[in-house]
């Protein structure tokens, strides 16, 4: 059995789509497992740049079983948005792709209800990207959710929809003085986005059984990352779904115990989109020159994102997490120009040095990172294909990486493009 997850390690944006996107070349099926249209995995297809929120990033490839889990909550009307627009690039989406039955829908009253629910926090905003997904979780856990093989049965999932409608506008309208969503309006949406995505539902754990079981490559494609996992993140300031390789069991159906690597993607720097604690966050000219040279705005929202140096305590929590052996580095190549590069290897708290990440919020509002200088290199790394081709001192950055964290890296990503990659050992 062969099979590949990959997870961020960070606040999310590492590159996760290019990743998938290169290994999925090599894979046979590629499962999205958790999140929603939340999620911008960028990669770049002949040139062109292509945002994927729900295909799995594997759809670029030619001849891979892309696949929504039943772990992922799901926008049709978004979803066949997508379709669309990635149709218009040339890339082809027909018998490629299944929808798994059990995902659930995020529909527009979601959407409302947490945009009424973040303007009620007021100054203690979570900053979510408005894409409903958080009252989706909610929904689905409360068993009043409709799933994608709900619009199989149009005429049964009308009456479920009427019922929903009729709570959610009590909520909207009473609870937050919000204006109500219209069923007219909702109902053909659905109706209209069904008879598109009907013919992609499928019971997919079976078949994702079946492919491991078979030794097919199967490639698992995360979002966000592990700090904004619901359970292990900056919580309140997280995602709502286990964002670890923890995930891929209930949101795949796939047993945890024929789960094989999971690789872990992280920036050579470190960003973070939204609200919450940020220790390694930095102000200076540098790091403003570091968002610039990485074109750090977000791919959903389109927010700048917040930038600051590697750090390596954050990191080697979310390689424990989830059993994290060889990580991924991306972005090296933005980090081109710096003559120093701080990489933080410890905090204090209170004044006491600790190298472990607190869990507590609070506490970690209070730590200061404890920063090394390593040597920058100075020069382009862009062009790099093999490791002979990168400068000695970006080669001593990534060591210094593996040192300090415990894992090797097996990749090195240089540039936006597909190709601009240094493979140091194969996963897949």
């Excluded at 890339?91 to 945009?115: Q, R, S, T």
Aim: overall charge negative; glycine content about 10%.
């Amino acid at each position: 059995m062969s099979a590949l997850v990959i997870v961020g390690t960070q606040w999310g944006d590492e590159g996760k789509g290019k990743i998938t996107n290169f290994y999925a070349s090599r894979a046979n099926m590629v499962v999205r497992f958790q999140g929603g249209a939340n999620a911008g995995h960028t990669v770049n297809v002949a040139g062109r740049k292509i945002v994927f929120h729900l295909l799995p990033s594997g759809v670029s490839v030619p001849n891979a079983k892309c696949i929504i889990g039943p772990g992922v909550v799901l926008d049709p009307i978004a979803l066949v948005e997508e379709i669309e627009y990635v149709r218009s690039n040339g890339i082809e989406v027909g018998d490629n792709l299944l929808i798994d039955i059990g995902a659930h829908l995020v529909m527009p009253y979601h959407k409302a209800v947490e945009a009424a629910e973040e303007q009620a926090r007021g100054g203690d905003a979570i900053g979510t990207t408005h894409r409903g997904i958080g009252p989706t979780y909610v929904d689905r856990y409360s068993r009043e959710g409709l799933t994608c093989g709900d619009l199989a049965a149009f005429d049964r999932f009308q009456e479920k929809l009427s019922a929903i409608v009729s709570r959610k506008n009590d909520v909207l309208t009473k609870l937050y003085g919000a204006e109500p969503v219209d069923l007219g309006t909702i109902t053909e949406q659905m109706k209209a986005v069904a008879e598109v995505l009907v013919p992609y539902l499928s019971d997919t754990p079976a078949l994702i059984r079946s492919a491991i079981a078979s030794g097919d490559n199967v490639l698992f494609e995360g979002a966000q990352g592990a700090l904004l996992d619901i359970g292990f993140g900056t919580y309140p300031f997280v995602t709502s779904s286990n964002t670890t390789a923890a995930g891929v069991a209930p949101g795949t159906g796939v047993p945890p115990t024929w789960i094989g690597e999971v690789a872990g993607v992280a920036k050579a720097y470190t960003t973070r989109v939204g609200a919450g604690p940020f220790p390694t966050e930095a102000t200076s000219e540098q790091a403003s020159l570091i968002c610039e040279r990485g074109a750090e705005v977000g791919a959903t929202t389109g927010r700048p994102r917040r930038c600051g140096w590697l750090d390596i305590v954050a990191l080697r929590y979310s390689l424990a997490l989830s059993g994290i052996e060889r990580i991924i580095i991306t972005k090296l190549d933005v980090l081109d120009t710096l003559p120093v590069i701080p990489v933080c290897v410890a905090y204090t708290l209170d004044g006491v040095n600790i190298d472990t990440f607190p869990r507590d919020i609070d506490a970690l509002r209070r730590v200061q990172p404890v920063y090394e200088e390593l040597p920058g290199w100075e020069s382009d790394t862009s062009g790099a294909r093999t490791s002979a081709e990168l400068p000695e001192k970006a080669l001593a950055y990534l060591k210094r990486i593996e040192e300090l964290s415990g894992a090797r890296v097996a990749v090195a990503s240089v540039g936006a493009d597909s190709d601009a990659i240094v493979e140091f050992e194969q996963l897949l």
